[in-house]
């Protein structure tokens, strides 16, 4: 199929309260790759199968939470025209120049009416996933931790969830792929956005205050690697929120659990393939616990309403 | 094994055992116990606040954004980031937040997004 636009999510930048007790996270629980540290003191990871520098940075703050989520697009042409469709959808735009994030391009920096700062950049350097280009081998001996396929989709919580769903839309080009309602039958409670076929790049719900990190996601290969990233964090003795369990919502499977600074992170597995001439996925207030966790049916506070 | 100390919740009374190794909430929550409420467990989203009213204890790091600095001298600190170094007396002052759904289903107003 056509892959062209907005490729996929590129980068997340999350605030973390322990620099070195994060590292140590990252590196030997979830079994990221350190590719790189920056005079801003940002801390950079890849994952396992992911050829370009960086796709997650974390930086020492007094505050939990999100800095920014960012997409690759597909080539610098792209990134001008994407550019110019969010100053006509009224969006105000900031160029970052390539460099001051570690081997990556220019990024356009915009803020989204739930208030989270969104980039998009074309370029940042391929390092590869170290099995190389010609006659690869299958797969790397010898990894650490949860060890994640890739960084693959963000759920953020604000007030204007409706606004930031038509940015998207509108001016970079997703699709709605499921939607739960609130008790009106009108008024979306959550949204589920694909930039490609997946099923959701980005999902966001609806919540009191703007800016907020519901979690960070990365992809496992199959459900029995689901169940063994509860096993790792429950060996190191992590922060479990939730599973592993299902989701009725893109039918992943799933374990939710805090990273050491108390971001939620998920690590999942499945869900199906989405196109854009599909059409999308409503779920009633009645059954929004079945959509949310399949197998329990009900709703979970502390799943709901704990953010950072 | 680790010494014990006895936390008081005074809000209802309640009390339990907790050893200095671990935090008020995980010692808390590994007797199955309830009483104060339990988020991220990591310093990050707020909701396991308490006021230490007597006692002594050790801290570490706590988001800003939940707890200020004014907070922290006041004994206003976060449950998962205090491992007690004496029996403490404690009061709860975090809460889970609204989320929608809850505000929607405990009032049954029409969803008001802006309200909520």
Redesign the interface.
């Known amino acids: 199929m056509a892959m062209t636009g907005v490729l996929r999510p590129g980068h997340a930048v999350v605030r973390v309260?322990?620099l070195d007790e994060s590292v140590d996270f990252y590196t030997n629980v979830m079994g990221l790759k350190e590719t790189g540290r920056d005079k801003a003191g940002r801390v950079y990871f890849k994952c396992n199968d992911e050829r370009d520098h960086n796709s997650f940075v974390i930086r020492k703050a007094?505050?939990?939470?999100i800095d920014c989520f960012a997409f690759k697009v597909l080539n610098k042409a792209t990134l001008a025209t994407l550019e110019g469709q969010l100053k006509e959808h009224g969006a105000a735009t900031e160029r970052i120049p390539a460099g001051e994030m570690l081997e990556t391009g220019d990024r356009v920096r915009f803020r989204v009416p739930t208030g989270h700062a969104i980039e998009l950049y074309a370029e940042k350097t391929d390092v590869g996933n170290g099995l190389g280009y010609v006659n690869p081998e299958a797969m790397l001996e010898n990894t650490r931790g949860i060890n994640p396929v890739r960084m693959d989709h963000a759920l953020i919580y604000g007030?204007?969830i409706d606004g930031t769903r038509k940015l998207f839309e509108e001016a970079l080009g997703f699709s709605l792929v499921e939607r739960v309602k609130?008790?009106?039958g009108?008024?979306d409670?959550a949204t589920w956005l694909t930039c490609s076929h997946k099923a959701h790049d980005l999902a966001m719900?609806?919540?009191?205050?703007d800016g907020k990190l519901h979690h960070v996601s990365f992809m496992l290969d199959t459900w029995e690697q689901v169940l063994r990233a509860a096993d790792i964090l429950s060996i190191h003795r992590v922060?479990i929120?939730i599973g592993p369990t299902r989701h009725g919502i893109t039918r992943g499977t799933t374990v939710y659990f805090?990273?050491?600074?108390?971001?939620?992170l998920e690590t999942f597995c499945g869900g199906y393939q989405w196109y854009p001439d599909m059409q999308p996925t409503t779920w009633t207030?009645d059954e929004?616990g079945a959509g949310i966790f399949y197998h329990d049916r009900k709703?979970n506070?502390?799943f709901?309403?704990?953010?950072? | 094994m680790a010494t014990m100390h006895t936390i008081t919740i005074q809000d209802d009374g309640s009390e339990y055992r907790c050893a200095e190794t671990r935090s008020l909430l995980e010692g808390m929550e590994a007797l199955g116990r309830e009483g104060i409420p339990?988020?991220?467990?990591?310093?990050?989203?707020g909701?396991c606040k308490v006021e230490i009213r007597s006692g002594s204890y050790a801290r570490?790091?706590?988001?800003?954004?939940h707890v200020t600095e004014e907070d922290e001298v006041a004994g206003r600190v976060l449950a998962c980031r205090v491992k007690p170094t004496s029996d403490i007396r404690l009061r709860v002052i975090g809460k889970?937040?609204?989320?929608?759904?809850?505000t929607?289903?405990t009032t049954?107003a029409?969803?008001s997004?802006?309200s909520?």
């Open positions: 309260l322990d007094d505050k939990s939470g007030g204007d609130m008790e009106d009108k008024t409670l719900v609806r919540h009191q205050e922060s929120d805090f990273d050491p600074s108390g971001n939620r207030w929004v709703l506070e502390r709901l309403s704990v953010v950072t | 339990v988020g991220c467990r990591n310093g990050g989203c909701v570490r790091v706590m988001s800003r954004e889970m937040k609204a989320s929608v759904c809850h929607v289903e049954g029409p969803a997004p802006q909520t």
